[in-house]
């Protein structure tokens, strides 16, 4: 081993290292370190260039004390900040991601489809059907969102009305039995309306509430749908009714009619019947007029086809009905609805067979597939 040779290198190895970007002691304890490894290694296997191997040597023990003393801060730093031991105030912040989700750079569809995707924990099949457009269209929607907000800074909150349209589907998803987030929908829904003074978020939140009122009935034991008209009312939650009708009557006293507001009325009126029989149709037709001039939804159109059923009649229902495409989802199970009001009782059944094809999940496909089978055994002599 020649000392001689690494004593004269010392000082062009430590000028390297601080050339390169090394504080004086920190490359001078590299070197040092590398010197020893030097005495080790050497005799047994010399570098063909010293300077080079000892440099090379050095800078990597320059970069490992570094990444060891950054690793070293922060370990003190996530000590610094442990909070102090015992009880913590719960936090919820749910409601902020919603509204971080529907970032302004998104188109409202766009973060709806994200939001509900990102924080609802919506699959993207359960998205694609609440917005009536093909899977695939919709995986690629999302996808083109989360390019889009990759990169940016999420402090610029999302509108109102895009938070109201997440938390809506959520509602109906998890009040569909798919998944159960109708109780999470309702809890986020009471934060806002606690956060913010907004006609429609009080709209949406008597809509939900009256419509949850009735949850327990709309299934049998067995599973299998209960459809409104057969429900037992003595087993709605008539608290939740009161809550919701009341929280709807201050938001229309403000003469802001939105979208939820008109929905919610609806709901009411048929909460408000003590039978199926004595619903006030006429008063829910003009509500569903309401709805179509604020909203123009094919979906709204479709209920209310119904509603001229049973407010002027089944013939005029199906009028109503063949001005809508018939691709739209349960437009089939509408129609054999109404072709049974109007006693033609064979249309129904194939009508009712063919929407149980149709349909997107399973208890609906068995209450079509009963319903058919029901017109069917009366059919038969």
């Not at 809890?187 to 009080?202: F, G, S």
């Not at 149709?358 to 058919?372: G, I, M, V, Y």
């Amino acid at each position: 081993m020649d000392e001689a040779l690494l004593r004269n290198l010392t000082p062009s190895v430590l000028t390297v290292l601080v050339r390169r970007g090394a504080d004086f002691a920190a490359a001078e304890d590299a070197v040092q370190e590398a010197l020893v490894e030097a005495v080790r290694v050497w005799p047994v296997d010399p570098p063909r260039d010293a300077k080079g191997w000892l440099v090379t040597v050095a800078w990597r023990r320059f970069l490992d004390a570094r990444r060891a003393d950054a690793s070293r801060r922060r370990r003190e730093d996530r000590v610094e900040e442990e909070p102090a031991p015992g009880p913590t105030p719960a936090v919820d912040d749910t409601l902020q991601l919603y509204f971080l989700c529907a970032h302004p750079s998104l188109t409202p569809s766009s973060a709806v489809a994200l939001t509900l995707r990102a924080v609802g924990g919506l699959t993207t099949r359960q998205i694609a059907h609440a917005y009536l457009v093909p899977e695939a269209t919709m995986a690629q929607r999302i996808s083109r969102a989360k390019r889009t907000v990759s990169g940016v800074r999420f402090d610029q909150p999302g509108d109102v009305a895009t938070v109201l349209r997440v938390l809506y589907l959520v509602f109906n998803e998890g009040y569909s039995g798919d998944v159960d987030l109708a109780s999470e929908a309702i809890r986020l829904t009471r934060q806002l309306a606690a956060a913010i003074d907004h006609p429609e978020v009080a709209g949406l939140l008597a809509l939900m509430l009256i419509h949850h009122a009735r949850r327990a009935t709309r299934t049998a034991p067995d599973g299998s749908l209960v459809p409104l008209a057969e429900q037992d009312r003595g087993r709605w939650d008539t608290a939740l009714i009161a809550e919701g009708v009341q929280i709807l009557q201050t938001a229309l006293a403000r003469d802001r009619l939105g979208e939820f507001q008109a929905q919610a009325a609806i709901a009411a009126l048929h909460a408000d019947a003590p039978t199926a029989e004595e619903t006030d149709w006429v008063q829910i037709l003009e509500w569903y007029d309401e709805l179509t001039r604020l909203t123009d939804s094919p979906v709204v159109r479709l209920n209310r086809a119904v509603a001229v059923g049973e407010a002027d009649g089944p013939r005029a229902g199906l009028a109503a009905l063949a001005a809508l495409d018939d691709s739209l989802p349960r437009h089939t199970a509408v129609a054999a609805y109404l072709h049974e009001r109007d006693g033609d009782l064979a249309t129904a059944a194939r009508l009712y067979a063919e929407a149980a094809r149709k349909a997107p999940n399973l208890a609906e496909r068995d209450h079509l597939t009963r319903q058919a089978a029901r017109l069917n055994a009366r059919r038969r002599p």
